[in-house]
């Protein structure tokens, strides 16, 4: 069983606020393998840097990902879905938590829970759950917290990757399956929660992609899928001095290392309900998506536009109790209670933000009475700490969105009518700008406020060179 310490109260940043979830009566014990419908097996799939837009059931027109396409129609499927960060660490902190970065305080990939957190795996585990994590990657380590077993690669050693001597940046998906997997089958009839992340997309630019993914996916480009692209606004020859054929190699490279994971995540899933048939529920997600040159940007971390911050999520339950789609504006902070009621635990009650609109909020009522989002939900995102220009951070509703950069000019745009954010103007909206120009001004001032008692650790420096090494500090 778990130590488990009550949430330190921050002064002036959350208030409490007891949340529409089960209370402690729903327990039962047996951590999922009692008759109460909880799953026996509990899975929490992270894909790196996976753009939604980049999925068939997001309509993008080619195969990336067949198997997860395919398991939508079978799936409690979330259209749109918005990160907390445009960054790994800060991101996956809020699915464990239910917070924002400012309020878990992990703000950088290599930075630790601090001791008074509470996050997922530590309730699960004190409900009985044997609690496993399976990372691609060590800089993640700090969000051990609650896990049995936190399973990732060691960290580079910094002087023998110096002398030239060969090292691995990260463990593929392949890797990590089989030894979530090992763990799995090793638990026998107890309810078991594996978190399982998944790196290879996010080496897009660094790792040959296999050719007969290139191939499957419908590489090299053509000029149609270039004006698919162009039509879209997701891709412009203008906004790389490389040029049309760099671009669109590019789009191959990254929808080849999709195929490759959509393989694995079938292993996993089909792994899981193999050894507890009908008794698995698994919640596939991102933690953040990936610039591929939309706004001028290959990459993650400094930008907050929509293939920043949009990510597919879904909930897929092996006896198929949880089926559903919906273009409902929806949280990665809404992963943590989510997982918890499909667990039947608790929620307790939370530190919450001080704007109800941005409070997580369990996904599993959509799959019960045609439930739907509740009117002016809002999502938040922030990007990496220490670019040029401050803490932009951004917030939407279900059509407009801002990014607001404090030491910068603010970006509004209709995202009905501009899907992709190329004409941040105010227009006719002056209301909605304002309403989200004053949520996003209040969360920095809670985080300004926040800052001097956050409890979280500072970046381990065990992890730098990996970091170094997988383009971070660039």
């Not at 067949?66 to 879905?81: D, N």
């Not at 050894?275 to 953040?288: E, K, N, Q, S, V």
Request: hydrophobic letters at 40%.
């Amino acid at each position: 069983m778990s130590r488990i310490r009550p949430a330190t109260l921050l002064p002036f940043v959350f208030v409490l606020a007891a949340l529409a979830w089960p209370t402690c009566a729903d327990r039962t014990a047996g951590g999922g393998a009692g008759a109460s419908g909880r799953p026996h097996r509990l899975l929490l799939v992270t894909i790196d840097t996976l753009r939604a837009d980049h999925l068939p059931w997001h309509g993008y027109p080619r195969p990336t990902a067949p198997w997860l396409a395919a398991l939508t129609e079978r799936s409690l499927v979330f259209e749109t879905a918005a990160s907390a960060a445009s960054h790994t660490a800060p991101s996956h902190a809020s699915m464990m938590t239910g917070l924002y970065p400012a309020q878990h305080g992990v703000l950088e990939n290599g930075m630790s829970f601090g001791d008074d957190a509470l996050p997922l795996a530590a309730l699960l585990r004190d409900a009985g759950y044997r609690t496993g994590a399976f990372s691609s990657v060590s800089f993640l380590f700090g969000l051990d917290l609650g896990f049995d077993r936190f399973d990732a690669p060691e960290p580079i050693d910094e002087a023998a990757a110096r002398a030239g001597e060969a090292f691995e940046r990260y463990r593929s998906a392949a890797r990590t399956v089989d030894e979530a997997l090992r763990w799995l089958d090793a638990q026998g009839e107890t309810g078991a929660f594996a978190w399982v992340h998944l790196f290879d997309v996010h080496e897009w630019m660094r790792d040959e992609p296999v050719a007969a993914d290139l191939a499957a996916v419908g590489a090299p480009a053509d000029d149609a899928h270039f004006r698919y692209l162009a039509s879209t606004d997701a891709i412009n020859p203008s906004m790389a001095p490389q040029g049309k054929a760099t671009l669109l190699s590019a789009i191959d490279r990254y929808d080849a290392k999709i195929l490759a994971v959509d393989r694995e995540i079938r292993r996993l899933i089909e792994g899981a309900d193999r050894a507890a048939p009908g008794r698995t529920t698994a919640l596939i997600t991102a933690d953040h998506g990936e610039g591929l040159f939309a706004h001028g940007y290959e990459g993650h971390g400094r930008e907050l536009y929509e293939e920043q911050v949009a990510v597919p999520l879904l909930v897929h339950a092996t006896d198929g109790s949880l089926v559903g789609r919906t273009a409902d504006l929806v949280r990665t902070v809404d992963v943590f209670p989510t997982l918890l009621e499909a667990a039947g635990v608790a929620v307790p009650t939370l530190l919450r933000s001080a704007d109800p609109a941005l409070g997580a909020r369990s996904l599993l009522p959509y799959a019960r009475d045609g439930g739907r989002g509740e009117p002016g939900r809002l999502a938040f995102a922030q990007r990496k700490p220490g670019y040029p220009g401050g803490m932009n951070v951004s917030i939407r509703g279900q059509r407009y969105k801002l990014i607001h950069r404090p030491e910068g000019k603010d970006a509004f745009y209709d995202l009905q009518a501009d899907p992709s954010e190329l004409r941040g103007h105010v227009g006719q909206d002056r209301d909605a700008f304002h309403r989200l120009r004053d949520v996003a001004r209040r969360q920095l001032e809670l985080q300004a406020a926040q800052a001097e008692g956050r409890a979280a650790r500072p970046v381990d420096p065990r992890f730098a060179t990996e970091l170094e090494q997988l383009g971070y500090t660039k």
